[in-house]
């Protein structure tokens, strides 16, 4: 007689299981997450067998060198730069983001382009059927593409053509929320699922040498849909970030084995597709022909990439007890931090007025050195003082309203000088070498120094 499987409640939100039901997640704390499940023995695919008994294996020491590992150059320059230089053969990715942001169409391209250049891809589509596949592919120009296509979502079937394969190159699945095993009984996109389609396929990826990428949903709050092991199992985290109104879209890795986890690759969503962007500041600066008081450009970091954008700023006399504070792009905690600097450093008063701040494009800025152009750009509305348009602000502002050094100071003067800027706000301290030194630049050692210049315009 067989053994009666073992129900489980696992929680969708950050799969803990537990033994009966509850409305209440004891883990996470979340409300009506608990889902019933049961144990009906491992994924297929996934090499393990109940009750099987290990080996032993061979240990080794860390002495040795090891080569680079080979990459997959996929054509797309904004691609490859933020994953280090290309795909890992044998490597499992993850692309994350919102709905209708780009992920399918970005893989579209990926796939085709490796596809023409002579590798073997294979695209398995869980959303759309494959004769909607190919509709976005004849739109995009890449029908020609020897891509070979299926819209399946059972894993075992998934499975078991991928055996049949001679060598796939790449191995695309959009996307693993929608994947389900029939020995699992739990409906797709549940935790159980989702952590055995993602198993089963990284461990083909790691023993055929395929490089996998899978799509993920993200839920209302911007985080990854499933659970949070999958992060973990992967070996790359892409985020594909974007903004509705705007047609720049950034791939940012959250996450990754093999390389730098702070460069981004910007795009650009035309009718043909995505199309990559080489020069991001002209993008994010756009038409800068008529100024007004609050906007000042920051010429900022991504990685090894200088990027200017420009930070504006609106202070209006507030009609409410308790002035509004309202910031796009930026992190609040630190908008509320240089207001109370540049009270109490430098004594311009915000308590009677709202304070707005957006950085223009949609881009979200996380690099401290803003906190000058921010501060610029406050200083600027609040005494209704035009910037010089000329003008590049950066550096970070201490507690005490000290202006810090901050990191590739050359590189950022230098993409402002390319970029058709004359004169730099910057941190006393710090050095600068090479075209940098040809713009006219103030340097500036306490907040209070740029503060009291635009102070006296008014």
């Known amino acids: 007689m067989a053994k009666p499987s073992k129900l489980t409640y696992v929680c969708q939100a950050c ?24 144990d009906a023995g491992p994924p297929p695919g996934s090499g393990l067998v109940r009750g099987a008994r290990g080996r032993a294996v061979r240990l080794e020491s860390l002495a040795g060198g090891a080569a680079e590992a080979a990459r997959i150059v996929t054509g797309m320059t904004e691609l490859d730069r933020v994953t280090g230089g290309g795909i890992v053969p044998g490597s499992a990715m993850l692309v994350a983001g919102e709905p209708g942001i780009g992920k399918s169409t970005l893989l579209l391209q990926v796939a085709a382009s490796l596809a023409r250049s002579g590798r073997r891809t294979v695209y398995f589509s ?36 991928l055996d049949e394969e001679q060598h796939a190159d790449l ?16 409906a797709p996109g549940t935790v159980s699922q989702v ?25 209302k709050d911007g985080q990854i849909a499933g659970p949070k092991v999958i992060e973990h199992m992967v070996d790359a985290v892409l985020s594909f970030e974007g903004d509705r109104g705007h047609t720049f879209r950034i791939l940012r890795a959250t996450k990754n084995r093999f390389g730098a986890t702070d460069e981004i690759g910007v795009f650009e969503m035309a009718a043909e597709g995505l199309r990559e962007v080489a020069n991001p500041s002209e993008l994010f600066l756009g038409d800068r022909g ?35 504070r309202a910031v796009v792009g930026w992190d609040g905690n630190r908008l509320s931090m240089l207001i109370a600097v540049l009270e109490a450093r430098c004594g311009i008063s915000f308590g009677q007025h709202d304070v707005y701040l957006n950085v223009a494009g949609g881009l979200k800025i996380v690099e401290p ?52 800027f004359n004169q730099a706000v910057i941190p006393a301290a710090g050095e600068i070498a090479g075209d940098g030194k040809s713009l006219d630049l103030q340097r500036i050692s306490h907040l209070k120094e740029l503060a009291g210049t635009l102070a006296a315009c008014d």
């Open 195 to 219: 952590r055995a389609a993602t198993q089963s396929l990284i461990r083909f990826a790691k023993t055929k040498g395929a490089a996998l990428l899978l799509v993920g949903h993200v839920t």
């Open 369 to 420: 050195a803003a906190d000058l152009a921010a501060a610029a750009a406050l200083v600027s509305a609040l005494v209704n003082v035009t910037l010089p348009s000329g003008a590049v602000y950066f550096g970070e502002v201490s507690l005490s309203g000290a202006v810090r050094a901050t990191s590739h100071t050359g590189l950022r003067l230098k993409e402002a000088k390319k970029l058709g």
């Open 290 to 324: 008529s100024l007004a008081p609050g906007a000042a450009v920051f010429a900022g970091m991504e990685g090894t990439r200088p990027i200017l954008v420009e930070i504006q700023a609106l202070v209006a006399p507030t009609s409410f007890g308790v002035p509004r």
């Open 171 to 186: 191995v695309v699945v959009d996307s693993v929320q929608t994947l389900w095993s029939d020995a699992l009984d739990a």
């Open 15 to 38: 799969g803990a299981v537990a033994s009966k039901w509850t409305g209440k997640c004891v883990s996470c704390g979340e409300w009506n997450t608990l889902a019933e499940e049961t």
């Open 126 to 161: 869980g959303e759309e059927a494959a004769a909607q596949v190919r509709l976005r592919a004849e739109r995009l120009g890449l029908a020609d593409a020897p891509v070979a296509l299926a819209a399946e979502t059972n894993l075992s079937s998934i499975m078991a053509t």
